[in-house]
């Protein structure tokens, strides 16, 4: 009996199209999978994969089809090159269509770059997606990757009483060993993820309202919030949880040319101005503070 012969170049075919399949799924599920730390810190998974899965996924897939296109054009090389110089003999009836080509791949690879219509439309829609799983303030971690911190070192960060929030824990039916474990190991060892846990200490934030008539300097602004997440939060959420009051807060914006809705985030607005969040809370907190005569501003 004839041993079946191994068709190489069908199997490189195969593999070509294939990883380009499964290369397409993975970049179109990252199209639309929540921001890095929101995926972190709900535990996001879509078909039991995480963020990190799909991301993965979608680069290895990536170099998979760039190796396989490239073994398929080298078994291939002498089938190309003929194709090739049959074309070259017509290439003088098809300089329209070359510079059309030319121009449509530079304008796709390049209108994104710098945010042009329609291109800007497919970004928008993507940051809309992922914003899309973001139902409640809860989904928002207290800072970026809040989830890997010791529960002591969280405490100590959001200012939540360590005692009581293990008591609470424990009462929740919530098994850890030490203070010492991070709010992700904790989560995963409970079936939970890291916003489920954090929800259930944080009544114990102690928030600490800005005294009226309390003077700051910008540095002092820098080292009570950065890293706090001010750019992801409302005017009307920095301001309940600062007891800053919003009709002064807009009125000292407004006197420098910035503009902000209640319900608009802080980076949004900063983004606008072509400056940092930060920026805007030191107009409301430093007096005479202007990002554009500052270091600290973008302008």
Not at 48 to 73: P, Q
Not at 279 to 292: H, Q
Request: aromatic share 12%; charged share 25%; glycine share 6%.
């Amino acid at each position: 009996m004839q041993k079946k012969i191994f068709h190489t170049r069908g199997f490189m075919s195969l593999l070509t199209a294939l990883s380009f399949i499964a290369m397409t799924i993975s970049g179109i599920v990252l199209y639309f999978t929540p921001h890095g730390r929101i995926a972190y810190w709900t535990d996001w998974k879509f078909a039991l994969l995480t963020k990190n899965n799909w991301a993965d996924m979608h680069v290895l897939t990536s170099l998979l089809f760039v190796v396989a296109a490239a073994w398929h054009l080298y078994l291939n090389w002498q089938v190309f090159m003929s194709y090739i110089c049959r074309k070259a003999q017509t290439a003088a009836s098809l300089k329209k269509e070359l510079a059309i080509a030319a121009v449509i791949t530079l304008i796709f690879t390049f209108g994104p770059v710098f945010s042009i219509p329609p291109f800007s439309y497919v970004i928008d829609f993507s940051e809309y997606l992922k914003k899309s799983w973001v139902s409640s303030n809860e989904y928002e971690p207290p800072f970026g990757h809040a989830e890997e911190l010791s529960l002591k070192a969280l405490a100590r960060r959001t200012n939540i009483d360590l005692q009581s929030s293990m008591d609470e824990l424990r009462n929740s039916g919530i098994k850890f060993n030490n203070s010492s474990e991070s709010l992700q190991s904790i989560a995963k060892a409970n079936n939970k993820n890291a916003m489920e846990i954090f929800a259930i200490i944080k009544k114990f934030q102690k928030i600490d309202p800005i005294e009226t008539g309390t003077k700051f300097s910008p540095e002092q602004v820098e080292e009570r919030f950065a890293g706090k997440g001010i750019g992801r939060k409302t005017l009307k959420q920095v301001a309940a949880e600062n007891g800053i009051d919003i009709e002064q807060a807009v009125k000292k914006l407004e006197a420098k040319g910035i503009k902000i809705g209640e319900d608009e985030p802080f980076k949004d607005a900063a983004a606008r101005n072509d400056i940092y969040p930060l920026d805007l809370l030191k107009v409301i907190l430093v007096e005479g503070y202007s990002p554009d005569s500052q270091t600290g501003g973008k302008k």
